[in-house]
């Protein structure tokens, strides 16, 4: 079963607005949540991460943030862009052996 | 910049066929990973190495082997194509998995079973 869950599977934002997508996870073992973004067509890219240890990461429109004793993590799209519509992936990564789990992906519209 | 090459962005394979899936990257990385992309469940991880001639199982290998001869290329192969393999594959590759690292995605292929 998917280790992180992310929600919600798709939105639609207008221009200068805020995008939310949330992301949860149980394995105490995760000690590393990097988020990607995929434009169609292409593979997915690194947007930004968080280490458990910060509890918000902010560059530039994007800020994640974090919620260790809850297991939730969430990123925040500030001021959306069209040039932001994308899939949007949470994911983290295991200590144990490095692998990462990728949430199921959040397809962000933003509405000029 | 880190470039990972995928040798087909599209194929169509019929049930049965031996499928060869190929990736290259040019940043002397030495870690490389094969995933499956599928709407509603994400990227899942099939198979990945850490060093030449080495492979690890990841989450879904039934169906999948994996080769890794030269550092900078891995290959993906599905012995018997069905077409519950009917997908979107994607290869990465990152410098050095016990620190914060990055993980570099080629475009992908979109392979077709019929």
């Known amino acids: 079963q998917q280790q992180v869950k992310q929600s919600p599977q798709s939105l639609i934002v207008q221009k200068g607005g805020i995008s939310i997508i949330n992301c949860a996870y149980e394995?105490?073992?995760?000690?590393?949540f990097p988020w990607y973004q995929q434009f169609p067509g292409k593979g997915p890219a690194l947007l930004i991460a968080?280490?458990?240890?910060?509890s918000e990461k902010k560059e530039g429109r994007f800020t994640i943030s974090f919620n260790k004793s809850a297991k939730q993590f969430s990123l925040h799209i500030m001021d959306s862009q069209p040039g932001d519509s994308a899939t949007y992936f949470c994911a983290a990564r295991n200590q144990n052996d490095y692998k990462l789990s990728f949430g199921a992906g959040t397809t962000v519209t933003v509405r000029a | 910049d880190v470039k990972v090459t995928q040798s087909s962005r599209y194929l169509v394979k019929r049930t049965g066929e031996k499928v060869f899936l190929e990736c290259v990257q040019d940043m002397d990385h030495e870690n490389m990973f094969w995933y499956r992309q599928d709407p509603g469940l994400g990227l899942r991880l099939i198979y990945f190495s850490y060093d030449v001639k080495m492979k690890e199982k990841g989450d879904i290998p039934e169906g999948y082997s994996v080769s890794r001869e030269k550092k900078e290329r891995f290959s993906l192969i599905l012995e018997s194509a069905s077409t519950n393999q009917t997908s979107m594959y994607l290869c990465?590759?990152?410098?050095?998995?016990?620190?914060?690292?990055?993980?570099?995605f080629g475009p992908g292929t979109r392979l077709t079973v019929t």
């Open positions: 990465a590759s990152s410098l050095d998995p016990s620190g914060t690292y990055e993980q570099y």
């Open positions: 968080i280490r458990p240890d910060v």
């Open positions: 394995n105490t073992a995760f000690d590393y």
